[in-house]
């Protein structure tokens, strides 16, 4: 997973990311650890040891070899956590390992569910799973009108069962769009009566850490918690920002300065000479680029980074290996000092939310690629 041969360093604060964790507890009832994407570029055992000092005991992984490997991780731990495959299984494979690890599916699928009855026959041994269903988001899982073969199904297939719902919000971080998630939640609903009447005490599950903070009218038995946990606020930039407050980013990365050195009023930098200085300025030549999944995208975009506590903009294209910052205000800026691209200390720190946004992308996709790098934890 990691980008081997770099200068960068992905600072991870664990105590950040349990202080989140406390701080959700005090909002729902039973928060879900979502681990997915190697815990969101924070690392999966590191941060899913440091939930478990907190109490937690469910997580939440992408795809089934994630879960094994998590699995293994907490075995040698000593500890046995509940492992929820949001993926569920994908080719076949998928489905030996969901016994031999414990792992509850998401299934939402009658083909997964007729494969997964299969292997439980082949086995001669119960599986739990969580039924996934679709509600609004229309991505997977069984639809509300699916729901009469279903319960057919589960009847005839005994060996699997039932021990969660599951479904998802698409629109929980948008305080303009309550229509659509109560909408989902109505949904939601009536599909747990269903399975009530039909006899299946389930856990259910439909809040991310929008719904979390921001609509306890959906936080039913369990909910699940990513971006929250790792510091950034669903709600950043709009009119429900105050319910994110208190949240701590726990990711810091920073690179090291290579070169310092003067530029010319009238002369230009970097591949394809897109930026002209308009007076003599200083720049800093700084060991980042695309290949370390800095984006070339930042290009132009008024991006900065933290040089020596000051804010330095980026200065002409992005390249593979290397970014220029105009540190002609910044007499402190000298090669082998860091410069910070996320994070750093202090009121000028660099939030998930604001590199995200001269990235044109979301707090989320900023953690899953900067997190490709080297970690260290601190
Ligand atoms: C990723 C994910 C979550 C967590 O969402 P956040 O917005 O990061 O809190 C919850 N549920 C499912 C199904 C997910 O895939």
């Known amino acids: 997973m990691t980008i081997a041969f ?66 293994q991780h907490l075995t040698a731990k000593g500890l046995n956590s509940r492992i929820i495959v949001l993926l569920g299984p994908i080719d076949p494979d998928d489905y030996p390992p969901l016994w031999e690890y414990s792992l509850i599916p998401f299934i939402g699928s009658f083909r997964q569910l007729e494969a997964l ?22 991505r997977l899982g069984f639809c509300m009108e699916d729901l009469p073969r279903l ?43 269903a399975l009530t009447e039909a006899g299946y005490a389930v856990e259910a599950n439909l809040a991310n850490s929008a ?11 369990s909910q699940r918690a990513g971006i929250a946990l790792y510091g950034a606020n669903p709600f950043a930039g709009t009119a429900w920002d105050h319910l994110g407050r208190g949240l701590a980013p726990a990711m810091t990365v920073r690179t090291r300065i290579v070169s310092v050195h003067s530029l010319p009023k009238g002369g230009c930098i970097s591949y394809g000479c897109t930026f002209t200085a308009d007076r003599d300025m200083r720049v800093a030549i700084v060991a980042v680029g ?72 979301i707090s989320y996709e900023v953690f899953c690629l900067l997190g490709m790098n080297r970690r260290v934890y601190i």
């Open 6 to 71: 770099n200068k960068l360093e992905v600072r991870i604060r664990l105590t950040a990311i349990r202080a989140n964790y406390r701080l959700l507890c005090g909002r729902g009832s039973r928060i879900i650890g979502v681990i997915k994407a190697d815990a969101y570029g924070h690392g999966l055992t590191e941060v899913a040891s440091a939930l478990a000092k907190e109490g937690c005991d469910t997580f939440a992984v992408g795809t089934v070899a994630e879960g094994a490997a998590l699995r």
């Open 151 to 193: 319960l057919d199904r589960l009847r005839e297939a005994p060996l699997v069962r039932p021990v969660m719902a599951s479904s998802h919000l698409a629109t929980a971080d948008q305080p303009e769009s309550v229509d659509y998630l109560m909408g989902q939640a109505e949904c939601f609903t009536s599909i747990l009566s």
């Open 290 to 361: 695309y290949a370390d999944a800095y984006s070339r995208c930042l290009t132009g975009k008024s991006a900065q980074m933290l040089i020596a506590g000051r804010r330095a903009p980026v200065v002409g294209r992005v390249c593979m290996q290397l970014t220029a910052c105009d540190v002609t205000d910044i007499p402190d800026a000298r090669p082998g000092e860091w410069a910070t691209l996320l994070g750093g200390d202090g009121p000028l720190a660099i939030s998930p939310e604001e590199l995200a946004s001269w990235w044109d992308t």
């Open 117 to 138: 009855a299969r292997q439980a026959a082949r086995v001669g041994k119960g599986l739990e799973m969580s039924l996934k269903f679709d509600t609004g988001m229309a």
């Open 211 to 221: 719904g979390i903070l921001g609509h306890p009218s959906v936080h039913h038995q």
